[in-house]
């Protein structure tokens, strides 16, 4: 597929990207080198092959969740590098 200048200004204009002037041409030749990538999936078989909903067979290993030990507050509040009374204090992050 040719891509001209006013077809990669439209992509640019879906996609909000500023396109330099200057690097347009390179642009346009790697966008046809996808899509000349792209079309070369068309010539393979697909007669009989699934579509895939993700990429990953794995299932997930769950397990029941169970009560166990918690770290009370003071223990917590021991190893602290900094603290209150009873609040971890951590570096201002909003003017």
Same mark, same amino acid.
């Given at each position: /597929? ?9 992509? !640019?204009?879906?996609? $909000?990207?500023?396109? %330099?002037?200057?690097?347009?041409d390179?642009?346009?030749? %790697? ?6 990538? *792209?079309?070369k999936?068309d010539?393979?078989d ?8 993700? /990429?990953?067979?794995?299932?997930? !290993?769950? $397990?029941?969740?169970? *009560? ?6 003071? $223990? !917590?509040l021991?190893?602290?590098p900094?603290?209150?009374? %009873?609040?971890? $204090? *951590?570096?201002? *992050?909003?003017?």
């Open positions: /597929m040719k891509i001209d200048h006013q077809t990669l200004q439209k992509i !640019a204009h879906l996609a $909000r990207l500023e396109i %330099d002037p200057s690097k347009a390179g642009y346009i030749k %790697d966008l046809e080198e996808v899509l000349t990538w *792209v079309a999936l010539e393979l697909t007669e009989g092959v699934e579509p895939l909903t993700n /990429m990953s067979f794995e299932i997930n !290993a769950f $397990r029941a969740d169970e *009560v166990g030990e918690h770290l009370d507050h003071q $223990r !917590a021991q190893s602290a900094k603290k209150n009374e %009873d609040y971890f $204090r *951590v570096p201002k *992050v909003i003017e």
